[in-house]
């Protein structure tokens, strides 16, 4: 079974760009969450889709943002790029039952450096 | 929001010899508590999880321990191995799942042959 597939997995872009990282969830998951690590915050939590809806959102300013698409896949996209916004950008999919989430697996990340 | 610490943030240990980690939480509503080992260049991997109706869990050389009225839980590694060179994350959330993790600040932990 394929894992979580993230690309790219590395980008470089400029200040004032935009990016958007994709995200292939395993299958049959249809919770995709992303994360930002960086060394100075660590693991931050950035948004949650489940069935194309955002479902929970942490405190990221506006130019953060995500989608989902039908067959689970997600992309985030950040406008506007800071040099701050340097970081590994994670992804984790994740099983959906009765009791919620089942157990989140993580993709290598896609690195991004704004220069 | 929830908060969570985690200490230490490296660890040296000789191989052979066991490893604690501790971390604390802060939102009493937590009730899933997973680990994961993070290797150079690859994302998080769940390693060990548990959920606020049980007190320890074990797998092989892995356990977890789990105190609801401290709010603390503990990583416990034996006989460890210099594979388990690694960084530690502990992590927090409601709901029984992994909707939304708050994650601790990570522990570098290193296995001298």
Request: charged share 20%.
């Amino acid at each position: 079974k394929a894992g979580v597939t993230q690309t790219p997995r590395y980008l470089i872009k400029t200040r004032g760009q935009q990016v958007t990282l994709s995200c292939s969830p395993i299958s049959g998951h249809r919770s995709v969450s992303w994360y930002q690590q960086t060394p100075g915050q660590g693991l931050q939590f950035l948004f949650e889709y489940f069935s194309e809806t955002q479902r929970n959102k942490g405190n990221f300013p506006g130019r953060f943002s995500g989608r989902q698409f039908s067959n689970s896949r997600s992309e985030m996209n950040v406008s506007t790029l800071e040099l701050g916004d340097s970081a590994l950008y994670l992804c984790a999919s994740s099983l959906v039952n009765q009791r919620g989430n089942t157990e989140a697996f993580f993709g290598q990340g896609t690195r991004l450096t704004v220069v | 929001g929830e908060n969570v610490e985690q200490h230490p943030s490296t660890l040296s240990v000789q191989e052979g010899d066991s490893a604690v980690i501790k971390c604390t939480y802060s939102d009493s509503a937590s009730n899933y508590f997973p680990w994961y080992k993070q290797e150079l260049g690859k994302g998080p991997q769940l390693i060990i999880d548990i959920r606020s109706n049980v007190g320890e869990k074990k797998d092989q050389r892995i356990a977890v321990t789990l105190n609801k009225t401290a709010k603390h839980f503990s990583l416990h590694i034996t006989e460890t191995q210099p594979e388990d060179s690694a960084v530690y994350f502990c992590a927090a959330s409601r709901n029984f799942g992994n909707e939304k993790l708050t994650f601790g600040t990570g522990t570098r932990l290193t296995i001298i042959p």
